[in-house]
């Protein structure tokens, strides 16, 4: 592995010249790089790889038909909007002319609301949850609301775009939460 090179060194003889044999070292790292690469193989084939996170997405069968896709009793469906500044709005059923159902709420709340829709549901397979996300909202409220969709077992859910009134409903309501917070 290493090696004593004791050969002469080449220093000058002379008179009065007296030097002390110089011996020089040389060191095979050959061994050392074997042992390098079995180390990072090694650890390669050791290590855990992580996990990819994602959601557990339930998606309804498709239909050849239109008449044949899921439908849901309206007594059953609440509609969740998302806006600005983690506001959540929510009506059940449909949404009346004088917007009398649309209520506002905030994350921490919701979970309640889910929790009594559900229960005051009949039959499981009725209750369906439509989530609206604004262009208000930001990408973590749309993630919030899906988790507490899992959080709360809520197995019939679906991501809808918002209608124009309802961007109107939800703007105007962000718009006075904003002037009575100010």
């Known amino acids: 592995m290493a090696e004593m090179d004791t050969s002469g060194g080449g220093h000058k003889k002379g008179p009065g010249v007296k030097k002390s044999k110089k011996l020089s070292t040389r060191v095979d790292l050959t061994p050392m790089v074997d042992l390098g690469f079995l180390l990072i193989t090694f650890f390669i084939f050791t290590t855990t790889m992580s996990q990819a996170t994602a959601m557990k997405l339930i998606l309804p069968k498709d239909a050849d038909k239109p008449e044949d896709q899921n439908k849901a009793k309206q007594s059953g ?36 609301v889910l929790i009594n829709k559900k229960n005051s549901v009949k039959e499981l397979k009725d209750f369906v ?54």
């Open 129 to 182: 949850v439509i989530l609206k996300p604004s262009e208000y909202c930001t990408y973590r409220n749309l993630v919030d609301i899906l988790d507490e969709m899992t959080i709360n077992v809520c197995t019939r859910y679906a991501l809808v775009d918002i209608t124009d009134i309802e961007t109107q409903l939800v703007k105007r309501s962000d718009d006075m939460a904003a002037a009575q917070g100010n």
């Open 77 to 112: 469906v609440i509609t969740i909007l998302l806006g600005k500044d983690n506001h959540v709005f929510y009506y059940e059923g449909e949404l009346d002319n004088s917007a009398s159902n649309f209520k506002s709420s905030t994350f921490h709340d919701i979970r309640e």
